[in-house]
């Protein structure tokens, strides 16, 4: 198994999200970067499918140099090899041109399975495994809460969170599969794991050794522009229902009130 | 000159830092009370590989230096684990150094991978109760008989010897008085415990409760020659060399024990709110916790600084006892600081930082004591005549 895993990094989770004052794209300069923690379930369920089926796992990030922890991240965790796409020329591409790039370069690697997660958590758009897909005409398996390839019939089948239960889907490989949370608890990199990570192959891509047209990424190649944009107001403290007998009839009528039930 | 962290160290504090935060305060908190060795702690780092970080690789190790174990030793410490989650595996990070430096090379071979995966537990047995700090008074005595030596004595505060296999024992093979110098006539010996000859009695103590420290009573104990770490005679150089790589390490975790404290009251006194503001925007709260990040700042270089000089093979005794000083001195009044913050709840349990300042508290005593760091600077770096 060729398996393909898209990671991106991203302003830590905790950390207030500010967007840089003068292109109002996200500011990653003042704040620490993690790896999307979405994508460590990604990452491995990849490691786990080459575990039971053999194969190599690449992992493939769009981002500026800084990037590369999250790359070596993952190398920590155990894939076997990445590729890095940085160039001042992609910054602040959109979904769609990042989803171009991504393509091109993935469509390079010729895998039989390319894994993303739901979204990332910065933008959290929750669209690129779908667009993916579309664009390298692949079938997508979205909201896996497991996976099960079948190398040998050139299969893939998951299990795909629904409101009430899962439904059983399937699909030939090549495929885009997105997972979810439930689908596995990522292992921590070892202290081997991380020793190894710098010694494994890193490809190093700018916008044009990927063959990227310089108009059709980054702001240039945007098809979405972010006019104006406002903190988030600071968060209002909370209702307190004070249980008198009554606390469960009088969260409802709060429930009911906000129309959440 | 730079003070930048390599990328590599800078990937190893991470991978350190986020598998100690998987284990939370509250899990310290119930180990600390219960008494209970934590042990799921321990195999993960042994699983990652972690605790051979600086044991040489061609006994299945990292081959790392003191730096790298030192950041290491400060995540954990600040992840909230403190010393509970250190001396669990200090000594396997770094205590077998004599035998990696002295010990003939079977007993390497016996030794070190069984470290370096995490499978051995070592204690290290110097303090005797009327010996002290003076190590030279010390009187357990390894006594040469055929094939090997019986030992006899006693030693206190050894830490985790109910928890490992084998100690590292320093005991007198020539009686002081017969003795060239005070420091001749002691030796090293790498003993198994063995509860048949070796009684130990846990000292009930203020804090660090998950791991116990014990009392040791070694009775007529007949060890094989080949239980000696090098010569007979050098144990006392033999300590010497480690002594070094003790404190640089002890440092680096006092000053995670500080971050963790300096965390939880940052936190505090941002969210607590007491006469319409939160309690930080006093100066009376936030001048001691900026007067706390301060000090633990330029321990911290003193302690790195301590960490390379070490590495690089360079003289480091005055660096490493400073960096002792300045680092246990800085985590203590962190966490002093810490409890102040909280107010009334610093004293509840719930809250950590009463467990952070017990801990913190040892290592103004412990491996070697603020004042005998006073007494080596005066003498060694000042040039002051020995006043004992
Ligand atoms: C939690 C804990 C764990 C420990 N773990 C271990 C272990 O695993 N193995 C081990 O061998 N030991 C261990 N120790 C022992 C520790 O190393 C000693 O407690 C420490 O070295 C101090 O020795 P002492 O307790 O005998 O104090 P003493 O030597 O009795 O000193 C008492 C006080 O007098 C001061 N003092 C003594 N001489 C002088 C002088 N000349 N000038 C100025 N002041 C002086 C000391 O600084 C100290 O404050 C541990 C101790 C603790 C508390
Ligand atoms: C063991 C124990 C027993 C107790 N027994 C009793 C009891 O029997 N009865 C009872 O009523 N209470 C009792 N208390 C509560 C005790 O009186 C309070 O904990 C204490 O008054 C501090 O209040 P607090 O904990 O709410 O701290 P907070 O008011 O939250 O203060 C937190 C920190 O902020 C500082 N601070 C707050 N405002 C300012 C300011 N404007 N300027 C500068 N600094 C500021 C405080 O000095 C403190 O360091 C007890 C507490 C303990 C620990």
Known sequence: MNIVVTVKQVPDTWAEKKLDASDKTVDRKSVDNVMNE?????????????????GEVTVVTMGPEKAVETIRKALSMGADKAVHLTDESLHGSDALATSAALAKVISTLSPDLIITSSEA?????GVMGALLAERLGLPQ?????????DPGANKVSVERLADNGYALVEATLPAVVGVVEKINQPRYPS???IMAAKKKPLTKLSAADAGLDAGSVGLAGATSTVVDAQPAPPRQSGTIVKDEGDGGAKVAAFLAAQKLI | MHFELTPDQEQLRAGARELARSFADDYWAEKDQKGEFPWDFYNAFAEGGWLGIAIPTEFGGGGLGIAEASLLLEEIAASGAGMNGCSIMHLTIFGLNTIVKHGSPALQKEILPSAADGSLHVCFGVTEPNAGTDTTRITTFAEKVDGGYRI????????????SQKMILIARTTKREESARPTDGMSLFLIDIDRKHIDLRAIP???????????VFIDNYFVPESARIGEEGKGFKYLLDGLNPERILLAHEALGIGRASLEKATRYAKERIVFDRPIGQNQGIAFPLAEAQIRLDAAELMARKAAWRYDQGLPCGPEANMAKWLCADAGFKAADQAIQTHGGMGYAREYHVERYFRESRIMRLAPVSQEMVLNYVSQHVLGLPKSY
Not at chain 1, 121 to 125: I, K, L, T
């Open chain 1, 38 to 54: 979405m994508d460590e379930y990604g990452v491995e369920e990849a490691l786990k499918i080459k575990e039971a089926h053999g």
């Open chain 1, 121 to 125: 958590s910065d933008a959290r758009g």
């Open chain 1, 141 to 149: 398996l979205t909201q896996a809460r497991k996976v099960t390839v």
């Open chain 1, 191 to 193: 202290f081997k794991g």
């Open chain 2, 152 to 163: 006899n004595g006693r030693k206190v505060w050894i830490t985790k010897a109910g928890d």
């Open chain 2, 205 to 215: 103590k203020m804090g660090r409760n998950a791991v116990s420290s014990y009392e």
